[in-house]
């Protein structure tokens, strides 16, 4: 970890001749000049975004209070002091009186490249099925396989490793209204993977959730992910995915493209259970160009982030996609969503009375599922048939214990 101060004399690195003057400390300049040279060996494209930041400064771009930059508490000379967070970096400015801009410190991870290819930072990956088992093979320049109708999965965190995401994204990927399991199975998919102990989003980080692209744990991996997707826009029919929380990656990705007038259109955007705002998503993917399924998002029963905004978020795309969604349906649609919500109701009675039955029992452990589900059968088998007591029960292993269920789901 390199790490640098600012002393009192400049060197000016960027729109010396045009544009805002981006200057900076004597320090921090060999920390600098050690990501230039890690951008130019062309497998480094966590260094290559961060130099791009610093060119764009230059020309005005980036001063804004976007998720790009971080505003700081400390003003120097009457100056703004802000912070911009980057991969692999902490990069410390100073907006001039001059309409320049000044980097005062600068904190750089050298090895980062490193830490991406282990998995201990976001990173992306090729996916494939071999022999039953999911496989992660690491992509260094952050590309996607350049094919046709690629499908690139965007995973949650609070996964052991890329391949353990690989594993639980497959099944989840397929739910996609024009993806397939087969699909999944045979061709494989590019994975985003966003390292974490924790998952993304849902009631317990409700306020990052509904104000995702607030949510400065995922600039980093967003970063990356909008340039892989910048990288992707000339490959025709990419279906991007994301299974629960990588929704927030996702929506802070497309919200960096839109901000820079990107347009993608033709690629596809799906969201599988998202735990942070989908209405935000929307706004981005329409602000892109890409195409929305009518079921634009699946969500589980009791996702309450994920399902609280589906009037707002269907209102807004039939404001912006009137010419492919019709009125009619945007109010079929609706409706088919003030029936669900009996749904949810029900759904969390049965959970509350199955919780209630096997008090003491651990249901994050999958060795529970049995006595479990034995006791959830005994609750709603009166006056039910052997067919309503399975669904039941899948559905409540489904909630409960999502990603042990779609792993049993994907072998089959």
Not at 79 to 93: R, Y
Request: proline share 4%.
């Amino acid at each position: 970890m390199l790490s640098n101060s600012a002393p009192a004399q400049d060197v000016v690195i960027a729109g010396q001749h045009s544009g805002k003057p981006v200057k900076i400390t004597p320090t921090a300049k060999p920390v600098y000049d050690q990501l230039v040279k890690l951008a130019r060996d062309g497998n480094n494209y966590w260094a290559e975004i961060t130099v791009k930041a610093i060119n764009e400064l230059a020309a005005g771009r980036l001063h804004q209070s976007n998720i790009f930059v971080k505003p700081g508490a400390v003003h120097r000379n009457g100056t703004e002091e802000f912070v911009m967070i980057l991969p692999g970096c902490k990069v410390t400015c100073e907006k001039l009186d001059a309409d320049g801009f000044k980097i005062l410190h600068f904190e750089a991870d050298i090895n980062y490249g490193e830490l991406i290819e282990s998995g201990k930072k976001p990173g992306l990956y090729k996916a494939s099925k071999v022999n039953d088992i999911w496989q992660a093979e690491f992509r260094e320049n952050g590309l996607i396989e350049h094919k046709e109708d690629r499908l690139v999965a965007i995973s949650d965190s609070g996964y052991d490793s890329p391949m353990s995401a690989a594993d639980v994204a497959a099944p989840r990927i397929g739910e996609a209204p024009h993806v397939g399991g087969l699909r999944v199975n045979t061709k494989g998919f590019d994975l985003h993977f966003t390292p974490g102990e924790k998952c993304i989003g849902g009631l317990k980080n409700y306020r990052n959730a509904i104000r995702v692209n607030q949510y400065t744990e995922l600039h980093e991996s967003a970063l990356l992910l909008a340039r892989t997707m910048y990288d992707a826009k000339k490959v025709e029919g990419v279906t991007w995915v994301s299974e629960d929380g990588g929704s927030g990656v996702l929506t802070q990705a497309m919200t960096i493209l839109a901000s820079q007038g990107v347009q993608l259109p033709g690629h596809v955007v799906f969201m599988f259970n998202p735990t942070t705002s989908p209405n935000t998503a929307v706004k981005a993917a329409h602000s892109l160009g890409v195409l929305l399924d009518r079921k634009f998002i699946k969500t589980r029963p009791i996702n309450i982030v994920g399902n609280r905004e589906h009037l707002e978020m269907n209102w807004n795309r039939w404001k912006s996609e009137n010419d492919r969604l019709t009125a009619l349906q945007a109010g079929v649609d609706a409706f088919a969503y003030g029936k669900s919500l009996q749904g949810i109701i029900m759904t969390g009675a049965t959970i509350a009375a199955g919780v209630a039955g096997v008090a003491g029992v651990s249901l994050t452990a999958p060795a529970a599922l049995t006595t479990f589900l034995t006791v959830i059968g005994g609750a709603v088998a009166a006056g039910k048939g052997a067919g309503t007591v399975a669904i039941v029960g899948n559905d409540l292993v489904r909630t409960l214990l999502p990603k042990h269920h779609d792993k049993l789901k994907g072998k089959f």
